[in-house]
């Protein structure tokens, strides 16, 4: 099973170089449905001057959009669907992961100041809330953290 979650989370590493590359925060998420991409993004922040242009709300979006295609009356649940993301999400990322049912949630790094996931907050498990999702850690983390380091470390350094 990890080695498919590994899949996975490579193509949301491959999302949040290009954010990288594009000097915003490296955040990348991929979401699968049925062994399927159908929705991946990094992190557009900068680019769209938008604060809540997290990777995973424009995955979430593109997911949503692609299930209900043809399908007047779909809301855009995207239930048994998984979402990967190379860092734990935020309280806003969280909650749209519930909104939407996902079935479940793989993340790469831990996030010790904004996650919402385990870390700060455990949005995604609250009952009481109206769906839970199944969380699963550590999914080449190292990765993950490496790249935000070197974005921050060079973010330090270019403010010196």
Avoid at 72 to 101: D, F, N, Q
């Amino acid at each position: 099973m990890s080695s498919v979650h590994e899949h996975y989370m490579k193509m949301a590493i491959q999302e949040a170089v290009k954010a990288l590359e594009k000097g915003d925060v490296p955040v990348g998420a991929v979401v699968v449905y049925e062994n399927r991409v159908i929705g991946r993004a990094h992190n557009q922040m900068e680019l769209l001057h938008d604060p809540t242009a997290h990777a995973e709300m424009i995955a979430l979006t593109q997911a949503s959009e692609t299930v209900s295609q043809g399908q007047e009356r779909h809301r855009g649940s995207l239930e048994g669907a998984t979402i990967y993301a190379t860092l734990e999400p935020c309280p806003m990322c969280a909650g749209a992961i519930v909104w939407t049912k996902c079935k479940n949630l793989v993340y790469g790094a831990k996030d010790p100041k904004a996650g919402a996931c385990g870390s700060l907050y455990n949005i995604v498990s609250d009952d009481r809330l109206n769906h839970r999702v199944n969380v699963i850690s550590g999914i080449m983390e190292s990765d993950a953290r490496t790249l935000l380091q070197e974005f921050f470390k060079a973010l330090r350094r270019d403010r010196r």
